[in-house]
């Protein structure tokens, strides 16, 4: 095992070389770029996610100050090719801040050191480092990610389980239909309908609409904080969970049906074990192997989990939203940092989770198998 575990850290290595050098190379043919956002201010057509959302958010940047950040931290960007009725010096001087004065393969090379010690650099447009940025963000994406992935374990492995033992009754049937129409609804859609049926919009005001907490959190006591913070988040945990039940659901259903077919059930039950003696004493385990196993990467995304529209409509600031402002101001360092980040978890929670399942199931060797 020990030497498994080796050689898919080693391939963590050309993996995030590979998935870097290709959103590096996409980056290079993509329209606009940092020098690009900062003349369009300049100019006043800037029609970035900082000119429609305001200073708050992403630090409008001037004419006195040019930014100041990102410049030798080698992060990816377009080059700007020319603008009409500027100086070109002044153009040259805004690359070199940027550090777009170097060539491509020579700003990527550096980016990549940089990363592989964890150093991220700044963001162009917030003047702050970019892990600072990342870990003022955390806060809502691992309230909404890590609770709504205990929210949905909870109900959907039970729920899959009585599934499975009145599989083609009225339950089972009534039950996927459910389901299965609360995965098909959009999130945002029901985050929308939620607002204006509960937070004011044309029937009841009993949410807010919001942030994470209310703005006098810090003078609550500790039991009245507990209930601050979950009534800002009852709206959007509800908004995002109502499709998140059905893979897990299913999932879980197919699994105990497919154990509860094999022979060793019918061995068990032909002993005189009683019926939940079968269920959660033999097929439990075996059946929970798949479901147990994607915990960690369920549990690990759950602080990296961003969803856009559900922390506009709540007005959450998290990773969702800094992404999208990020991509869209061409804030680099934010970007190519999160997406490395996102790619190393994402790598190490993948052989977590197969460790687990060594760990639950020892007749798994992945170690005899060819990587």
Do not use: C
């Not at 945990?237 to 154990?259: G, H, I, P, Q, R």
């Amino acid at each position: 095992m020990g030497a498994y575990i080796l050689k898919r850290l080693l391939l963590m290595i050309p993996t995030l070389l590979g998935i870097m050098l290709v959103s590096f190379i996409i980056i290079q043919f993509a329209p606009g770029g940092p020098v690009e956002r900062v003349l369009a201010q300049l100019q006043g057509t800037d029609v970035g996610a900082t000119a429609r959302i305001g200073g708050g958010t992403g630090g409008e940047v001037g004419a006195g100050s040019q930014t100041t950040t990102g410049a030798g931290d080698g992060s990816a960007g377009v080059k700007y090719r020319g603008a009409q009725g500027l100086d070109p010096e002044f153009i040259k001087s805004l690359e070199k801040q940027f550090g777009f004065d170097k060539p491509a393969y020579e700003r990527f090379f550096l980016m990549i050191t940089n990363y592989f010690t964890f150093n991220f650099g700044e963001s162009y447009f917030r003047d702050v480092p970019v892990l600072q940025l990342i870990k003022e963000k955390l806060p809502v994406s691992i309230s909404l990610g890590l609770w709504l992935m205990l929210i949905s374990y909870a109900v959907s492995v039970p729920l899959g389980v009585a599934k499975a033992v009145r599989d083609g009754t009225k339950f089972d049937i009534w039950t996927s239909g459910t389901i299965i129409v609360g995965y098909a609804i959009p999130g945002f859609l029901f985050a929308i309908l939620l607002v204006v049926l509960f937070a004011g919009g044309s029937f009841y005001n009993w949410f807010p609409l919001r942030g994470l907490v209310s703005d006098n959190f810090a003078d609550l006591s500790w039991w009245e904080k507990i209930i601050d913070y979950a009534w800002h988040l009852t709206l959007p945990l509800t908004a995002m969970a109502v499709s998140s039940f059905a893979t897990m659901t299913l999932l879980t259903k197919n699994s105990f049906l497919d154990e509860i077919k094999k022979q060793y059930v019918m061995t068990a039950r032909a002993k005189g074990l009683t019926e939940r003696r079968v269920l959660y004493g033999h097929v439990f385990r075996n059946a929970m192997l798949i479901v147990v196993a994607g915990f960690p990467g369920a549990f690990i995304s759950a602080f990296f989990a961003g969803s856009l529209l559900i922390e506009t409509i709540f007005s959450l600031d998290g990773l969702g939203l800094l992404g999208y402002e990020s991509a869209i101001n061409r804030d680099y360092p934010v970007v190519f940092a999160t997406l490395y980040i996102f790619s190393l978890m994402g790598l190490i929670t993948n052989l977590i989770s197969d460790l687990v399942y060594t760990w639950i199931d020892p007749r798994i060797d992945f170690e005899a198998r060819e990587l």
